[in-house]
T-cell receptor, first 113, second 115 residues
């Protein structure tokens, strides 16, 4: 079993829809939770970062962490065609001095006009 | 300006050939990483380096080697390429002491095809 599980999709939604992307994990030591966005033929870029449990909002994006369920989510409101990309969740444990991130497989999202 | 650059961007090679992928960064970060990305498998760590004298294996290092020539340069070599090494390869950097200490910054990737 991978430490981080993510449904690869693909997910296709109309413009304006609310998108929900999710990851589950098995390592209870994970404390830092990230979402990266990767456009086609580009490297991943950090989109959202959350420490421990709770919610974080940035414009149309909301990241949620539920450590009791080992479950994280990324919500995109009023989705736009420019949001079409692959979204990867990533995690790191607090005790790690290695800086290693554990990535999900990525979910491919298409927002059509 | 690209902070993390990778060369070449695309490469087609034959089974058994030795190939080197190069990564350079201008971010001044000590930590550098090599990943491969395969459809359905996500990003998998090959090697990582904390500084010029520190190199560590990741989860899938077999068949690969690395060289950290300087703080800014980290190369990945395939000594004898095989078809299942066909993938998208990414270099990344991070700075554990900065305000974005948990963020990794990725290069644009190298698409490698081994025939």
């Amino acid at each position: 079993q991978k430490e981080v599980e993510q449904d690869p999709g693909p997910l296709s939604v109309p413009e304006g829809a609310i998108v929900s992307l999710n990851c589950t994990y098995s390592n209870s030591a994970f404390q830092y939770f990230m979402w990266y966005r990767q456009y086609s033929r580009k490297g991943p870029e950090l989109l959202m970062y959350t420490y421990s449990s709770g919610n974080k909002e940035d414009g149309r994006f909301t990241a949620q962490v539920d450590k009791s369920s080992k479950y994280i989510s990324l919500f995109i409101r009023d989705s736009q065609p420019s949001d079409s990309a692959t979204y990867l969740c990533a995690m790191k444990d607090r005790g790690s001095t290695l800086g290693r991130l554990y990535f999900g497989r990525g979910t491919q999202l298409t927002v059509w006009p | 300006d690209a902070d993390v650059t990778q060369t070449p961007r695309n490469r087609i090679t034959k089974t058994g050939k030795r190939i080197m992928l190069e990564c350079s960064q201008t971010k001044g970060h000590d930590r550098m990483y090599w990943y491969r990305q395969d459809p359905g498998l996500g990003l998998r760590l090959i090697y990582y380096s904390f500084d010029v004298k520190d190199i560590n294996k990741g989860e899938i290092s077999d068949g690969y080697s690395v060289s950290r020539q300087a703080q800014a340069k980290f190369s990945l070599s395939l000594e004898s390429a095989i078809p299942n090494q066909t993938a998208l390869y990414f270099c990344a950097t991070s700075d554990p002491s900065g305000t974005s200490r948990n963020e990794q910054f990725f290069g644009p990737g190298t698409r490698l095809t081994v025939l």
